[in-house]
Nanobody, 128 residues
Framework: QVQLVESGGGLVQAGGSLRLSCAAS????????MGWFRQAPGKEREFVAG????????HYLDSVKGRFTISRDNAKKTVYLQMSSLKPEDTAVYYC?????????????????????WGQGTQVTVSS
C-alpha cells in the first residue's frame, strides 16, 4: 500500500515558477514509477510527466517540455515537479500517481490505468 500526498500548489503569475512535491508512505516507494497528471475544470485528466523507479528516465507532455522537470529522491520517498515559465493554461489540479512494476516503455506512463495509487491533488493557478 502506498499513500501519496501532494503539496506546493498555489497562485502564481504567468512566467513564474512553482515546485510541487509528492510524499509517499510505504516501504517500497523505489519499486514504483511515478507520474504527474493535471485536470482543469471541465477537462479530462491529462498526463504531464513521468519518471521511472530509479530516476534515470523521464517522459513529458509536449507542451511542458523545457519548462517542467520531474525528479525523485527515493531516500526521501518524494517525487517533485519543478514548473517554470508557467502559463495560464497550466492552471489545474495536479495529481501524483504511482505505478507498480517495471515500465517497459515510458509512453505507458501517459495512461491513467497504469497507476495503482493516486494522491488527492494540489491546485495550481496561474494568473495572466
Amino acid at each position: 500500500q502506498v499513500q501519496l500526498v501532494e503539496s506546493g500548489g498555489g497562485l502564481v503569475q504567468a512566467g513564474g515558477s512553482l515546485r510541487l512535491s509528492c510524499a509517499a508512505s510505504g516501504r517500497t516507494f523505489s519499486n514504483y514509477a511515478m507520474g504527474w497528471f493535471r485536470q482543469a475544470p471541465g477537462k479530462e485528466r491529462e498526463f504531464v510527466a513521468g519518471i521511472n523507479w530509479k530516476g534515470g528516465r523521464t517522459h513529458y507532455l509536449d507542451s511542458v517540455k523545457g519548462r517542467f522537470t520531474i525528479s525523485r529522491d527515493n531516500a526521501k520517498k518524494t517525487v517533485y515537479l519543478q514548473m517554470s515559465s508557467l502559463k495560464p493554461e497550466d492552471t489545474a489540479v495536479y495529481y501524483c500517481a504511482a505505478a507498480q512494476g517495471p515500465i517497459a516503455t515510458m509512453t505507458r506512463l501517459e495512461n491513467t490505468y497504469e497507476y495503482d495509487y493516486w494522491g488527492q491533488g494540489t491546485q495550481v493557478t496561474v494568473s495572466s
